[in-house]
């Protein structure tokens, strides 16, 4: 791509605009941010894939502890109960009880150890997020900084020589500066991604109908678009940042899926006892089935938008899992797509 871009830079430049220092200036900067970006993104990609595939096999792993220590509770609870009955009517069978003494001995034993292990494994995995959120943002900072650079150079050769450049000259740095502002999101949301589990999901009380108007106020929503809200939405507790990150990213998938002259998103809630089931759904486009699983891992897109990052829906998730609920969607090609997601109460 750095070839290509170097060569269409130079078969659309004039003789004498090849030779402005300015120019040779850009050309060596795009060269070393290209260079840079390429290394440092794959560099990225592979830090975050190992400590997402550690920490998603650790995280695996206490919750079949839990699970464990879930199931010896009852068992003891049972044969407390069952001990109590056999107390009652048949109060010489002391030899029972001598053997429920040393079963629960022995599963007490066991779940201080398995309750150590979980300790020292929540320690480990506390030191990782903080090496894994520290290298992300030492990362982003080297790697914004040549994009930053290389934007200057272009805008100050653009405010410079505009009237030297004519229009297809102009359209290709306008590119570059897209791709340059593509790279600067792929960049945050990297950043964002690896850092979602380092946040402390403190419970606060949220309005989601007042998050809702926050983002739709900050989000391009088209005016064609609509917005509805349908029911009342409840008030939950969580992180108020993460809860954002979560409508928003669904919401913002939402309004880029719509090709309809009038765009209809509509937000609701199921109260389903223990949980939150919300809802968003529009009519876009819609999404096939074999992407359905696809479109939270991340990096992944579906279709060939410019803009698209593959991040956003995969903070999504992680954001569902961080609070041990599930997310899933329904959708009919060219009709709707409906999101499904559930927050435990």
């Known amino acids: 791509m750095n070839r290509l871009l170097q060569r269409q830079i130079k078969k659309n430049l004039s003789k004498e605009l090849l030779e402005d220092k300015a120019i040779q200036n850009l050309l060596e900067a795009i060269n070393s941010s290209y260079e840079n970006y390429e290394d440092q993104i794959s560099m990225t990609q592979r830090a975050m894939k190992i400590s997402s595939d550690e920490l998603f096999?650790?995280?695996?792993?206490?919750?079949?502890?839990?699970?464990?220590?879930?199931?010896?509770?009852?068992?003891?609870?049972?044969?407390?109960?069952?001990?109590?009955?056999?107390?009652?009517h048949n109060p010489n069978d002391n030899l029972e009880l001598t053997e429920v003494a040393t079963y629960i001995k022995q599963q007490s034993k066991e779940i201080a150890m398995v309750s150590k292990e979980r300790e020292e494994?929540?320690?480990?995995?506390?030191?990782?997020?903080?090496?894994?959120?520290?290298?992300?943002?030492?990362?982003?900072?080297?790697?914004?900084?040549?994009?930053?650079?290389?934007?200057?150079?272009?805008?100050?050769?653009?405010?410079?020589?505009?009237?030297?450049?004519?229009?297809?000259?102009?359209?290709?740095?306008?590119?570059?500066?897209?791709?340059?502002?593509?790279?600067?999101?792929?960049?945050?949301?990297?950043?964002?991604?690896?850092?979602?589990?380092?946040?402390?999901?403190?419970k606060n009380l949220i309005d989601i109908e007042g998050l809702i108007d926050d983002i739709t106020?900050?989000?391009?929503?088209?005016?064609?678009?609509?917005?509805?809200?349908?029911g009342k939405l409840p008030t939950v507790e969580g992180n108020q940042n993460l809860f954002f990150k979560l409508f928003r990213n669904i919401i913002d998938n939402a309004v880029k899926n719509i090709v309809n002259?009038?765009?209809l998103i509509q937000i609701g809630v199921i109260d389903k006892n223990t949980e939150w089931e919300f809802y968003i759904s529009d009519n876009g486009k819609g999404i096939k089935p074999e992407y359905h699983e696809k479109i939270f891992e991340i990096f992944q897109k579906i279709d060939d938008d410019a803009t698209a990052t593959g991040i956003g829906l995969a903070i999504v998730k992680r954001i569902i899992d961080l609070y041990c609920g599930k997310i899933w969607l329904q959708s009919e090609v060219g009709l709707n797509t409906t999101f499904f997601f559930t927050l435990p109460k």
């Open 57 to 88: 096999s650790a995280n695996q792993k206490l919750r079949k502890e839990a699970d464990t220590n879930k199931e010896t509770i009852q068992n003891i609870q049972q044969i407390v109960k069952t001990l109590n009955l056999k107390s009652t």
């Open 121 to 202: 494994l929540l320690k480990n995995l506390e030191k990782r997020n903080q090496v894994l959120s520290e290298y992300a943002h030492m990362v982003s900072h080297d790697l914004k900084s040549p994009l930053r650079n290389v934007n200057s150079v272009i805008n100050w050769i653009m405010d410079d020589n505009k009237d030297q450049i004519d229009s297809t000259c102009t359209s290709h740095f306008e590119l570059i500066l897209q791709n340059l502002e593509k790279m600067d999101s792929l960049i945050s949301g990297i950043l964002e991604y690896s850092t979602i589990d380092a946040v402390n999901i403190k």
């Open 261 to 263: 002259k009038e765009g």
């Open 217 to 230: 106020n900050k989000l391009a929503i088209p005016d064609e678009t609509e917005v509805r809200i349908v």
